[in-house]
């Protein structure tokens, strides 16, 4: 008879964190580390809190306050976004359900390795490399072609109406943000839309179970985003999870209700020449809590040419960045482990 997936499980062929998670196995020795910084405590502040009905009514005070968000932390909380907090719910609810099916149903939908898209561990490339103690559920979500319909899931009946709901207003709202990003810098506000031809957005679903051990384990590996923008919805409720490094301490940001984290990432970093910066993060777990967050990247289409603009490059900024084409950096970064802002040498000037 074959083995169960428990029984799999407890012989540790399996990785699959919640499945650990629930049978209270050992931590396999993959997942511990043995040097993880410690976040910090003593942390007075947390990344700003940009109102976006105020920016759209042209309010000199919350723009200023944007671009000291993109310039020094790279990180923002945005409210009054636009997106409906009933939506938020129903994709939260969806994606719970996804997880918590039997994990015979989730790998119907296996992520297929070089691959980014489907269930299971991302970014894993050899036996001695450390998991995350994350379970992951991506998809590609625009344009069309990107899409790998047979990893659309049948189970919640709900999920793909609602993500395909989800994914339009967030697809609305990086583009709005995109425009004040803009504005902000000086520039154009339809430059980023003209030059990203059509964007891709694909989505993140990570499910953070349980650990008995959070000081042994990540949750998800320090890095940076890969994307031009990143909106991130962590779970209403949910504990701290994610922290991001700011002058060399990890700062962890709490959730605030209904508001969505954005960070910029590398395609806006190396655009601007290091003005606005991509900023490096990661996950930890919990001891009790489960944490879920839902990760969309919006960034340009594969085709384009990108390279530091000549508004940020003069005497005293030299160009950091060479050119190069935005489809040969994504294959680079699905191809490489999370590994900090590694991934960013690709196109670093020495
Ligand atoms: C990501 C990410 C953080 C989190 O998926 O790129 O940074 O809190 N996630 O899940
Ligand atoms: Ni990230």
């Not at 583009?175 to 891709?200: C, Q, T, W």
Request: net charge neutral.
């Amino acid at each position: 008879m074959a083995p169960t997936t428990a029984e799999a499980v407890r012989a540790g062929r399996i990785d699959d964190v919640q499945e650990l998670s629930k049978n209270k196995s050992q931590i396999p020795n993959r997942f511990i580390r043995n040097n993880i910084e410690e976040s910090s405590l003593d942390v007075q502040s947390s990344i700003p809190v940009v109102d976006l009905s105020r920016l759209a009514a042209g309010c000199g005070e919350e723009a200023v306050k944007l671009s000291m968000s993109c310039r020094e932390w790279g990180f923002f909380h945005v409210i009054n976004h636009g997106v409906d907090s009933d939506l938020l719910r129903r994709i939260e609810k969806v994606a719970t359900e996804f997880f918590m099916l039997p994990l015979e149903e989730k790998r119907k939908y296996p992520m297929i390795p070089g691959t980014i898209q489907g269930y299971g561990q991302a970014f894993v490339f050899s036996e001695d490399q450390k998991l995350d103690w994350c379970n992951m559920f991506a998809l590609g979500l625009e344009p069309k072609c990107v899409r790998n319909n047979q990893l659309w899931p049948a189970k919640p009946y709900d999920f793909s109406e609602t993500l395909e709901e989800y994914s339009e207003e967030i697809g609305k709202l990086c583009n709005r943000l995109l425009r004040y990003i803009a504005i902000s810098l000086k520039l154009k506000s339809d430059v980023f839309e003209k030059m990203f031809g059509l964007p891709v957005q694909a989505i993140r679903m990570n499910y953070y179970p349980p650990c008995p051990r959070p000081d042994l384990v990540l949750g998800l590996s320090p890095h940076s985003d890969g994307s031009a923008l990143t909106v991130l919805q962590q779970g209403i409720g949910n504990p701290v999870g994610l922290q991001i490094l700011k002058q060399g301490k990890w700062i962890p940001i709490k959730p605030i209700p209904n508001a969505l984290v954005i960070n910029l990432g590398d395609t806006i970093e190396v655009l601007t020449n290091g003005k606005y910066i991509s900023v490096e993060h990661r996950a930890v777990t919990n001891l009790e809590s489960d944490r879920l967050s839902l990760v969309t990247f919006y960034a340009p289409c594969y085709g384009i040419e990108i390279g530091p603009m000549k508004e940020f490059v003069d005497d005293e900024n030299p160009c950091k960045y060479r050119n190069y084409n935005h489809g040969e950096y994504c294959k680079h970064y699905v191809t490489s482990k999370l590994q900090g802002k590694k991934t960013l040498e690709f196109a670093k000037i020495h």
